[in-house]
């Protein structure tokens, strides 16, 4: 695998930069193990029936649903004053990723002295306002029409994310001597797009719509990460993989981060459960590639919580808390699954991505 360290994820060029992976690229793969006993079986689905969620639950594979035309089309009195954008959107189910193709705009209006502008395109996935989900093009300078051709990549998208997420699309002013201005925006519900399936848009922009606060209560997305997850029979233990993480937020005053990951199983009353990987540095999007292991009978497995971190690596003070992940029996939706098929298909690995978060509850936080 390429190492990942030189990339600037705010300008991901054309095509998928990873490699394929293996994982089920979302909640829909249900993996059985003929061989499991089935009184173990029972006993796993059981115990996750009493959470609220059994196998029979487990989300339908992501599909678009059926086209429906606006009726009131896209003609707007936007379109003669703020310009019309150009562009393609991919989302590539196998290896979660989700390609955003901008293309070129016209018309835009004009923001600066000389009657023309420095435009350029900000990506922002909505829910979860922060710096780890914004990407933007270059700024092409002293120009109404600009041609981009660019390619912007969102890795460790999941089906719920197609689901639930809209891609807002903004352009924007660049003025080296004041704050950019806005010019227009768009946006895209990810349910419009079918899975690898190209779509082509050539839209008016619009004046900038407020963000809904209270839409998505959900914590600030600091990331994305790669987790695989396999109960060994022969090591009678848990193997977790820390493979890769995604658009990490920024922390050091260089628009990067030296991120590592920390994982705990708790509860740990021994204090002796913290496994950590190398410091990958300055970057926001590292492959670790690191497999830990947990010795610990089977059944002990499901009133066991595993919590992972990510901080950013300083040296000389503390160093500072990126985000972090929690999978087990009290989890929800994704980190719930992830942990229910890990139990219920040993010696099988499975990956999954997973949102990092600014909060853990009962985490602690201090390195």
Sequence with gaps: WQAAGSLIPSRLVTGPLWPRLAASPGPARRLLLCDAPRDEDEDVDQLFGAYGTTPAEQLPKYQAPEEVVDPEGYESDDCTTLGTLDFSLLYDQENNALHCTINKAKGLKPMDHNGLADPYVKLHLLPGASKANKLRTKTLRNTLNPTWNETLTYYGITDEDMIRKTLRISVCDEDKFRHNEFIGETRIPLKKLKPNQTKNFNICLEKQLPIDKTEDKSLEERGRILISLKYSSQKQGLLVGIIR???????????????????????????????????????????????????????????????????????????????????????????????????????????????????????????
């Design 245 to 367: 993480c995604a658009h990490l937020a920024a922390m050091d005053a260089n628009g990067y981060s030296d991120p590592y990951v920390k994982t705990y199983l708790k509860p740990d009353e021994d204090k002796k459960s913290k496994h950590k990987t190398a410091v990958k540095k300055k970057t926001l999007n590292p492959e670790f590639n690191e497999e830990f292991c947990y010795e610990i009978k089977h059944g002990d497995l499901a009133k066991k919580t595993l919590e992972v971190t990510v901080w950013d690596y300083d040296i000389g003070k503390s160093n500072d808390f990126i985000g972090g992940v929690v999978l087990g029996i009290n989890a929800k939706g994704e980190r719930l699954k992830h942990w229910f098929d890990c139990l219920k298909n040993k010696d099988k690995k499975i990956e999954r991505w997973h949102t990092l978060t600014n909060e853990l509850p009962g985490a602690v936080l201090s390195d």
